[in-house]
Antibody, heavy 120, light 113 residues
Framework: QVQLVQSGAEVKKPGASVKVSCKAS????????ISWVRQAPGQGLEWMGW????????IYAQKFQGRVTMTTDTSTSTAYMELRSLRSDDTAVFYC?????????????WGQGTLVIVSS | DIVMTQSPDSLAVSLGERATINCKSS????????????LAWYQEKPGQPPKLLIY???TRESGVPDRFSGSGSGTDFTLTISSLQAEDVAVYYC?????????FGQGTRLEIK
């Protein structure tokens, strides 16, 4: 069965960076892309961007352009999301979600979420 | 970006009654070349990741109860729960994927009356 397993919770200071991993299993990693979705406490879902599992092409939401980098390691079927220059309002649960091959579509599988707390 | 606006923000429905959630997009998400609406619905319960319910506006995901249905085209869409069950209490989101810059609605909180 398809599974996306994310790395554990992180606590970071303002200005630092965080890198969250998402290990996929149960499907051919290079056949689909991975999106990252952020959810601040008590707030809605916010799409951050997408990376192709096939060739590493990325599409980023304008809000995160310049501050986020998404990468993949096809040898381990793992996707990564690094967010830099963290602020307190980056405190959120970050999800990876699979969907779309050539571009992001709907998300049929989700990771369990990674809580990132940004606090001094 | 395509703005997705859901209504209402919250909704209370009696068990066994119909629940209806609306989603409006700021531009059409109907792709004319394949006649598909690039619209999905998700259910989110506390402490869990979102769950895909509906894609292509009206295709039910495998395993989703048939009391859930999606309808609409172009810019106006509806998620209907035909007979509300206690386990349907959740926040529901619509999402467009017509534009590669994905956007979600703000969410609709569904409660039992």
């Amino acid at each position: 069965q398809v599974q996306l397993v994310q790395s554990g919770a992180e606590v970071k200071k303002p200005g630092a960076s965080v890198k969250v991993s998402c290990k996929a299993s149960g499907y051919t990693f290079t056949s689909y892309g991975i999106s990252w979705v952020r959810q601040a406490p008590g707030q809605g879902l916010e799409w951050m961007g997408w990376i192709s599992g096939y060739n590493g092409n990325t599409i980023y939401a304008q809000k995160f352009q310049g501050r986020v980098t998404m990468t993949t390691d096809t040898s381990t079927s793992t996707a990564y999301m690094e967010l830099r220059s963290l602020r307190s309002d980056d405190t959120a649960v970050f999800y990876c979600a699979s969907g779309g091959s050539a571009s992001p579509l709907y998300f049929d599988y989700w990771g369990q979420g990674t809580l990132v707390i940004v606090s001094s | 970006d395509i703005v997705m606006t859901q209504s209402p923000d919250s909704l209370a429905v009696s068990l066994g009654e119909r629940a209806t959630i609306n989603c409006k997009s700021s531009q059409s998400v109907l792709y004319s070349s394949n006649n598909k609406n690039y619209l999905a619905w998700y259910q989110e319960k506390p402490g869990q990741p979102p769950k895909l319910l509906i894609y292509w506006a009206s295709t039910r995901e495998s395993g989703v109860p048939d009391r859930f249905s999606g309808s609409g085209s172009g810019t106006d869409f509806t998620l209907t729960i035909s007979s509300l069950q206690a386990e349907d209490v959740a926040v529901y989101y619509c999402q467009q994927y017509y534009n590669t810059l994905i956007t979600f609605g703000q969410g609709t909180r569904l409660e039992i009356k």
